[in-house]
């Protein structure tokens, strides 16, 4: 038996490519119908690019353009080719497909819908503005992993220092702390309205957007007459089965 013959297969595509205005797709086994001037809609996006007139995409055993991405949200994304209708759900999701296809009206609209203007312009505003915060949810989620052997739950100390104000308490309050406090993550101080809950929640979802289980409560220290109590350490709590 001979082996194909790799370099005719790439020069049949693109004929079929310039020859035929319907396209017959197989997105990471997802399959789709449609024409060249719907995939060429936008110029300058990479749907456009892959499906130029010298494309060199590979097609699969029944002669579909195939492309090696997961499909699940390609629909949603050749449907506003077709029409510009934007999709009701999974709005994330196809918001990065838009990105990743570099497809920019659909990537502007989308950006527009309540859910990623919300997401774009208010938290990840602010969260910008919070010093060091995806290096600590790194961190916390590390530390939590190294604690897990043999063991429910994994607890983790957070100190939250919204103000400059709180961050001159540091030191004193890291003091009083009765754990060990070389584990113990900081987040702040930064200079925007969202509230310290503003920004465990943040920190919540962001780490449960990850897979993982999580709780926050604050940390209720032992009351002594001799020493200051603060109000700025919190139990993140990792919860493994």
């Given at each position: 038996m001979s082996l194909p013959d790799y370099k005719s297969t790439g020069k049949q595509a693109s004929s079929a490519i310039?020859?035929?205005?319907?396209?017959?797709?197989?997105?990471?086994?997802?399959?789709?119908?449609?024409?060249?001037?719907?995939?060429?809609?936008?110029?300058?996006?990479k749907v456009a690019e892959l499906?130029?007139?010298?494309?060199?995409?590979?097609?699969?055993?029944?002669?579909?353009?195939?492309?090696?991405?997961?499909g699940s949200h390609f629909g949603a994304v050749l449907e506003f080719l077709r029409s510009g209708k934007l999709p009701t759900e999974k709005i994330q999701e196809v918001y990065k497909e838009a990105v990743h296809y570099n497809i920019t009206p659909l990537i502007k609209r989308l950006e527009e819908t309540p859910e990623l203007f919300g997401e774009?312009?208010?938290?990840?505003?602010?969260?910008?503005?919070?010093?060091?915060?995806?290096?600590?949810?790194?961190?916390?989620?590390?530390i939590a992993r190294a604690e897990?052997?043999?063991t429910r739950h994994?607890?983790?100390?957070?100190?939250?220092?919204?103000?400059?104000?709180?961050?001159g308490f540091y030191d004193n309050a890291i003091n009083s702390l009765e754990a060990?406090?070389?584990?113990?993550?900081?987040?702040?101080?930064?200079?925007?309205?969202?509230?310290?809950?503003?920004?465990?929640?943040?920190?919540?979802?962001?780490?449960?957007?990850?897979?993982?289980?999580?709780?926050?409560?604050?940390?209720?220290?032992?009351?002594?007459?001799?020493?200051?109590?603060y109000n700025f350490f919190y139990k993140l709590t990792?919860?493994?089965w």
């Open positions: 310039s020859q035929s205005p319907v396209v017959q797709l197989n997105v990471g086994g997802h399959l789709f119908s449609t024409t060249l001037s719907t995939l060429r809609k936008h110029p300058d996006s499906f130029a007139a010298q494309s060199k995409l590979c097609t699969d055993a029944q002669g579909r353009f195939f492309i090696d991405r997961d774009l312009v208010g938290r990840q505003q602010f969260l910008c503005r919070v010093p060091h915060y995806k290096e600590n949810i790194e961190v916390l989620i590390r897990a052997v043999a994994s607890t983790i100390f957070i100190c939250v220092l919204q103000t400059e104000e709180d961050l060990d406090k070389e584990s113990v993550v900081t987040f702040g101080p930064w200079k925007a309205a969202p509230s310290v809950r503003d920004l465990l929640d943040c920190v919540r979802m962001d780490i449960q957007s990850r897979g993982y289980k999580v709780s926050i409560e604050p940390h209720v220290p032992e009351r002594s007459f001799l020493s200051k109590s990792f919860t493994w």
